[in-house]
């Protein structure tokens, strides 16, 4: 286990098996549409790769790039559009397929973006929910795990970059970023 992590939350095979169940119940409930799954960079590229193949219908995959912790591990509470979804997602099933809900800022900013651009419907797909740290009103329709109030890395999940290569998610010490 890398020095900096704490404790271990979820293995590999913990993660493995919410893809399988995640990407069940994504297949029933669009059975015959043709969604556009929309992965949120960076975080999500690990989670995204593992839930699409899980996913036994036609689907399109995009990407939308959003940030807004800038190095930090609080959020900085305004968000950069980093990259703009290139597929026309109007009229469209989209599913936005995110590493983690913490204040529920980042969320509530792209579902204003998808109203924006007219979508048929939209969804949210996350790894992990932080419910205790949520600013603002947000909910994902399909969730792999809770996690408590601290801060996480792996599996795609970064401080300043570094730790998304983990293939499990665990708590950083916090003394990595009081440091
Ligand atoms: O609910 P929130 O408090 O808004 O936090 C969730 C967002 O924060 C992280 O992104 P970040 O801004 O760190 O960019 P990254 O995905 O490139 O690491 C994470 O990937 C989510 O998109
Ligand atoms: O706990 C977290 N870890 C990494 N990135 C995050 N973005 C929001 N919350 C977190």
């Given at each position: 286990m890398n020095?900096?992590?704490?404790?271990?939350?979820?293995?590999?095979?913990d993660?493995?098996?919410?893809c399988?169940?995640?990407g069940?119940?994504?297949?029933r409930?669009?059975?015959?549409?043709?969604?556009?799954?929309?992965?949120?960079?960076?975080?999500?590229?690990?989670f995204?790769?593992?839930?699409?193949?899980e996913?036994?219908i036609?689907t399109?995959?995009?990407?939308?790039?959003?940030?807004?912790?800038?190095?930090?591990?609080?959020?900085?509470g305004?968000?950069t559009?980093?990259?703009?979804?290139?597929?026309?997602?109007?009229?469209?099933?989209?599913?936005?397929?995110e590493?983690?809900?913490?204040?529920?800022?980042?969320l509530?900013?792209m579902?204003?973006?998808?109203?924006a651009?007219?979508?048929?419907?939209a969804?949210?797909?996350?790894l992990?929910d932080?419910?205790?740290?949520?600013k603002v009103?947000?909910?994902a329709?399909?969730?792999?795990?809770n996690v408590?109030?601290?801060?996480?890395v792996?599996?795609?999940?970064?401080?300043?970059?570094?730790?998304?290569?983990l293939?499990?998610?665990?708590v950083?010490?916090?003394?990595?970023?009081?440091?």
């Open positions: 020095n900096d992590i704490e404790r271990v939350l979820f293995s590999q095979e993660i493995q098996e919410a399988r169940r995640l069940a119940q994504i297949s409930d669009y059975e015959g549409k043709k969604p556009v799954v929309v992965g949120v960079l960076k975080g999500a590229i690990l995204m790769v593992d839930l699409i193949k996913m036994d036609m399109e995959v995009d990407f939308l790039d959003v940030s807004s912790y800038h190095g930090g591990v609080a959020s900085t305004s968000i559009l980093n990259r703009e979804i290139e597929t026309d997602i109007s009229g469209r099933h989209v599913i936005i397929v590493d983690i809900i913490d204040t529920g800022l980042t509530q900013y579902l204003n973006y998808l109203n651009h007219h979508v048929a419907s969804k949210v797909c996350t992990l932080k419910p205790e740290g949520r009103t947000a909910k329709d399909y969730v792999g795990f408590p109030n601290e801060f996480v792996g599996y795609g999940l970064d401080y300043q970059e570094f730790y998304r290569n293939p499990y998610v665990g950083l010490k916090p003394d990595v970023y009081s440091e």
